[in-house]
């Protein structure tokens, strides 16, 4: 258990679809950070929230749309995606340390957009 | 870019001593050096974080040179379910901007039988 939670697990769409993807951290953490890992790739950082304030919008197309309601809550807000937006798609939260700071890492979504 | 170098795959036997490498000529002097552990379909796990000589846990040791430009992650006596990707960082968000988030290719271990 590492105390990021990740709604739904699975998700199929179509590309004129909306849908929105959830995150929530039960470890009282300053930062939250949206990745995306498509099939044999690095993880890509997407967004980074620094006390609920975005501070990194790693140039994400705007059918991405991130929101930060609080310092526990993460949202990934999906609009028109295409069929190679599917992947898998992780938060993680942190505790924003000068150097020392480890993320945690929820299980992730993994996103088929038909 | 990410702020760290690791080769790309390992192999080795089962009951083995595993030591991955990763270089970090650019280390600031407020980095602590991060190791994660990712199995497929799953979000990476911390496995151990230093900042000099020797650091141990129940899964691994982390060594690091004095002059911090590199550091050693050791697997003692691996098993078939240690085969994972395995990921260097330093400094994190604050201690490296974006760069500290970059996960890089890490070091994909195989254990074999």
């Known amino acids: 258990e590492t105390g990021v939670t990740q709604t739904p697990r699975h998700l199929v769409m179509g590309m004129t679809n909306k849908k929105s993807l959830k995150c929530e951290q039960h470890?009282?953490?300053?930062?939250m950070y949206w990745y995306k890992q498509s099939a044999k790739k690095p993880l890509e950082l997407m967004f980074v929230?620094?006390?609920?304030?975005?501070?990194e919008n790693n140039s994400v197309p705007s059918r991405f749309s991130p929101e930060c309601p609080n310092s526990s809550h993460l949202f990934l807000h999906l609009h028109t995606l295409q069929p190679e937006d599917s992947a898998l798609y992780l938060c993680?939260?942190?505790?924003?340390?000068?150097?020392?700071?480890?993320?945690?890492f929820g299980p992730g979504t993994r996103l088929l957009v038909l | 870019l990410a702020k760290t170098t690791q080769p790309i795959s390992m192999d080795s036997y089962e009951g083995q001593e595993v030591n991955i490498t990763c270089s970090h000529n650019?280390?600031?002097?407020?980095?602590?050096i991060t190791w994660y552990q990712q199995f497929p379909s799953q979000g990476p796990r911390f496995i151990i974080q230093?900042?000099?000589t020797k650091v141990t846990n129940e899964v691994a040791s982390l060594f690091i040179p004095a002059d911090r430009k590199s550091s050693t992650l050791s697997l003692p006596r691996v098993s078939l379910s240690d085969t994972a990707v395995y990921y260097c960082?330093?400094?994190?968000?604050?201690?490296?901007?974006?760069?500290?988030?970059?996960f890089g290719k890490g070091t994909h271990l195989i254990i074999q039988p």
């Open positions: 993680a939260s942190s505790q924003v340390l000068a150097g020392e700071e480890t993320q945690y």
């Open positions: 470890l009282g953490h300053n930062a």
């Open positions: 929230y620094n006390f609920k304030e975005q501070t």
């Open positions: 650019n280390i600031a002097t407020n980095d602590y």
């Open positions: 230093g900042y000099k």
């Open positions: 960082l330093v400094g994190g968000y604050s201690g490296g901007g974006a760069d500290g988030l970059t």
